[in-house]
T-cell receptor, first 117, second 114 residues
């Protein structure tokens, strides 16, 4: 079974600065998908960014980018020019390519990000 | 305009009671899920349905029974509620097939068992 680990329970960043959230995962599969979800205090789960394992190019969405290291099984999220609205719990998630997995998301423990003004 | 809706958003009940949480999606997706988020914010899959057929049934007490009357609805019924069932329950949906597709989550239902 796949596992996802986020080793930073809490992180903080100054407004306008850059912060990187770490995520590692364990899998024996060669094809899979990785996601970062954001959960603000409203508790709504919001997709931030996604990456296909067979693509070497790191995904980017505006101020959000990932550093995907397949061999190291690492998938970190970089937030540039942090804004107060970025304050939330961030979850890293793994999704198997195999249909037999039922397309479930396996989540990490989450990292609570605080943005200081 | 709501994509995935859940009712109720808050549910407070006594131990031993039976309760249901309803979920509806208007995205035309074939696959729906139930996730549980515990007090430490950890999210874990409970069930998944594809076109009304049960696909995933994790190690969940059989007091929990999902029901899918059609592919737009996936309800969760919980019998004989226990204190440990207190959590936030999320419904989600996605298209079938391409796992790159985003799962859309509902707003969550906070269940408190007293």
């Amino acid at each position: 079974a796949q596992t996802v680990t986020q080793s930073q329970p809490e992180m903080s960043v100054q407004e306008a600065e850059t912060v990187t959230l770490s995520c590692t995962y364990d899998t024996s599969e060669s094809d899979y998908y990785l996601f970062w979800y954001k959960q603000p205090p409203s508790r709504q789960m919001i997709l931030v960014i996604r990456q296909e394992a067979y693509k070497q190019q790191n995904a980017t969405e505006n101020r959000f980018s990932v550093n995907f290291q397949k061999a190291a099984k690492s998938f970190s999220l970089k937030i540039s020019d942090s804004q107060l609205g970025d304050a939330a719990m961030y979850f890293c998630a793994y999704r198997s390519y195999l249909k037999t997995s039922g397309s479930r998301l396996t989540f990490g423990e989450g990292t609570q990000l605080t943005v200081n003004p | 305009d709501t994509a995935v809706s859940q009712t109720p958003k808050y549910l407070v009940t006594q131990m031993g009671n039976d309760k249901s949480i309803k979920c509806e999606q208007n995205l035309g997706h074939d696959t729906m899920y139930w996730y549980k988020q515990d007090s430490k914010k950890f999210l874990k899959i409970m069930f998944s349905y594809n076109n009304k057929e049960l696909i995933i049934n994790e190690t969940v007490p059989n007091r929990f029974s999902p029901k899918s009357p059609d592919k737009a609805h996936l309800n969760l019924h919980i019998n004989s509620l226990e204190l440990g069932d207190s959590a936030v329950y999320f419904c989600a949906s996605s298209p079938t097939g391409n796992s790159y597709n985003e799962q859309f989550f509902g707003p969550g239902t906070r269940l408190t068992v007293l």
